[in-house]
């Protein structure tokens, strides 16, 4: 039998070993640790790999999120529209800014349904924060449609969405900005918690800026209240050394998308992720590849038995069926039949082909093909 994780830890280091040990070598000779040089050099390149004039490192993708609402003066009395198909994190940034979380539907791409974002738009409506979800970006056009109509801002949550573009423009690019994790097991990973946040709004990257240190401004004064949400010097080193072959780590998730595609797409018991190629507007970076499975529940158990790790996204409760935070447990009939099918299997740069045909042979097994 064969073992194949769902996600392979080790490997993030293992994968570049000697190189990594450069890294930590040389920043901890210089002593860089906070506010250096690393950090910066990132920065700019991150600002330039997603098409933004700034990029912002913080200290992880849920600081990044409410550092982004709070720089654009969401707060009390304020709602903001965001998937139930997302980490309660995206949730969590809306509640802690003192604003209301209104959640939505998704579509079966598993993107926020624009159509159930409409119906959901009040007159104290501030904000849309979709999720960039498993890599792909919801319908962008769609939503800044909708944010026209009604005079609203949209702030992405792009933890899961580096690289993603739709219509031909990265993440961060559509209006206030998008904020990104860097945790370890996301497309970009680090050795620890990391985020940032990337946009084309000097206000939101200079507000953003001083958030992240303590309100303090280039000539050390403390101009506004702030936290300290800085993104180590020695994850920066690691993160832009890794952004630099970050593209090639993007079309290995793709082919291994494709190759899913060919080798399962026929069967009847699946909905499979829109394969690379499907619609030409959107450019998916593979964050996650979340199927929808008849007999889910039996299948996974099937595949662990076979050795192959797989998950089920948040645990399986989507944000508005945790009624302990106050949410109504119902009303959005996609994601509720959704979360009843959906499962996440093996999507990272470790797999190899045999890996890959041995998961596909073992699902064709499962449902007697
Ligand atoms: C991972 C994730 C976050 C939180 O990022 P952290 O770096 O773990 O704080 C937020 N939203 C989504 C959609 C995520 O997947």
New binding site residues.
Partial sequence: MRNVPFFNYPYLFKSREADFQGIFTDVGRRGAYILQKDLSEFEQNLAKFTGNRYAVGVA???DA?WLALMAAGIGKGDEVIFPSH??I??AAAIHFVGATPVPADCRNDHMIDPESVKKLVTKRTKAILP?Q?NGRCCDMDALMGIAREYNLMIIE?A??GLGAKFGGKGIGTFDKGATI?F?PA?NLGSFG?A?GFVTSDKDMYEQVLLLRDHGRNDDGLFVRWGFNSRLDNLQAAILNYKLSYYEEEIEKRRNIASFYQEHLGDLEELLLPPSPESDERYFDVYQNYEIEAERRDELKVFLKENGIGSLIQWNGQPVHSLTSLGFTGNGLPYTEAMFRKCLMIPMNTSLQTEDLDYVCTAIRRFYGK
Wanted: charged share 15%; no cysteine; glycine share 12%.
């Fill in positions: 992880n993708g849920t999120i997302t980490y994190a995206t999720t979800l949550d933890a899961q994790s945790y996301k918690d985020g």
